[in-house]
């Protein structure tokens, strides 16, 4: 998905937001608001909005001169979502349909997104947040053809998207039957999990977490390690986490499904959705791997 | 007030939006959106936003070859005034104090403010909008000072703001005793009410509509016609309306009542008080000319 018009404005209040959570003075952030200006002035505008944020980000990291600006947000997002998931469990346990309740959990934790505006205060009051999204109908509803691909195949790759969502993306796993490469970041990027957030997850126990070598908040295939290429390559299916994977792989080929919450209104027009919207849906360049 | 960060992806926004009412393509809006960060990269940072906003709107207008990208949303706001008028003059009829009734609806009317987002809808269903400021309480309230500087001067000088809110105006200059003059802007700048919006409202009835001579959509002193800046020196009592006049003159040592309903986050914060507010606020500069 290339970047549109509304994303420019939108970099910049990430920008600013990133540079506030390690708290530059205004001086600081004017200045570099004017970096990330003339960053955008010399970026290319075919590009995908990861690819922009990718050099926005850098520039925010080496600005304030913090490698993880939201280190402690990520691991406090985490503790939450541990804090709920105990419950989540029980309510995967309980329901009629467990794999469809662990894929909804899965979407519910991409609500975990500091690209966004007010996600603290989602991170704050989680529980309500989550039984909202829980509550909703899906509006693209293919978890039948995710659980058949899951069923004829050998391993599962998930890229992962959120630190805190990590922890709703453990529940799917436990609820998948097959071997799970869980793909983290291969540096800090916005609140993107590394391999240390899934760790604080857990998802060690229960999953190989495996590293993209990338530093985009998606992912970017010319930027991968050829490690996780070649993963990517021979995967007979991949699970892709949250709106930054689906805009760096939505016009890729591959064996995937997409699971997300529309939260910006640039990948609802994309998608011809409403914000707000759930979704789990496989790649309109789906194929079969043999 | 100077402009903070938040303003310059603010500033973004209002370019974009602005394009799209004039049905600038895709392509259009990047080119725009360009030029406009390198225009924000030029200008000096201490200045008011309003100045800043005077540069970039009058980049949309050179780039979309659109003198006046509003035009058709400031008459349909102000035929949408308009319909309410004979309501609103019955209100303040049988109002209790009709002086602080024609005052709070001349605020409501602020609402009416293209540069921020989802006005559209605001004006589709105007009433409403109108009713929920008429309930809400006062934040500052100076109304009685106000009442008492028209009691004791011979003339006042409305800045006004924005079209369609130019009939909520005309609703408090009747309800002030000595004669006003209405200063519109010199030309076109975003919904800001030029001589034309202030006729289409009627004010052209009851007050000498002049004009500031600038296209900044607030009052730029230093951009001002001679003609303007004498009244405005001369004035004893000034009543400015909206965010933009407040931006531009909160600094100065003027007679001057600002009448606003507070709508972005950047001018709560400089005012130390909570977006939604309705302000009528004695200038803290305020004296009284002999």
Chains 1, 2 share one sequence.
């Not at 794999?99 to 989602?122: E, H, M, S």
């Not at 530093?215 to 295939?221: C, Q, R, V, W």
């Amino acid at each position: 998905m290339r970047t549109y018009p509304d994303c420019y404005p939108c970099f910049m209040r990430q920008a600013l937001e990133a540079s506030r959570t390690v708290g530059a003075t205004q001086e600081e952030q004017l200045h570099l608001l004017r970096k990330v200006m003339q960053q955008l002035l010399r970026l290319d505008t075919d590009c995908t909005p990861p690819e922009i944020g990718q050099a926005v980000h850098r520039m925010v990291r080496a600005q304030t001169g913090v490698d993880d600006p939201y280190f402690q947000l990520k691991a406090y997002s985490t503790e939450r979502a541990l804090a709920l998931y105990p419950r989540l469990q029980r309510m995967v346990r309980e329901a009629k349909d467990p794999f469809t309740c662990a894929v909804r959990l899965a979407i519910a934790g991409n609500i975990i997104d500091f690209a966004q505006a007010n996600t603290t205060d989602k991170v704050n009051s989680l529980w309500p947040y989550v039984e909202e999204t829980l509550r909703q109908p899906f509006t693209v509803d293919h978890t039948q053809a995710l659980s058949e691909a899951l069923s004829t195949s050998r391993e599962v790759l998930f890229l992962a998207d959120n630190a805190g969502e990590t922890v709703f993306d453990r529940i799917l796993i436990e609820n998948i039957e097959i071997p799970t490469r869980y793909v983290v970041k291969g540096g800090p990027t916005i609140n993107d999990a590394v391999a240390d957030d899934a760790r604080q997850a857990g998802i060690h126990r229960i999953a190989e977490v495996v590293s993209s070598g990338s530093d985009a908040p998606g992912t970017l295939l010319k930027d991968c390690s050829p490690e996780f290429l070649h993963e990517f390559r021979k995967a007979s299916v991949i699970i892709a986490k949250g709106q930054g994977n689906y805009e760096t792989l939505s016009d890729i080929r591959a064996p995937i499904f997409f699971l997300l919450k529309i939260k910006c209104p640039v990948i609802a027009k994309d998608m011809r959705l409403g914000t707000g919207s759930i979704i789990c849906k496989r790649s309109e360049h789906y194929f079969t791997r043999p």
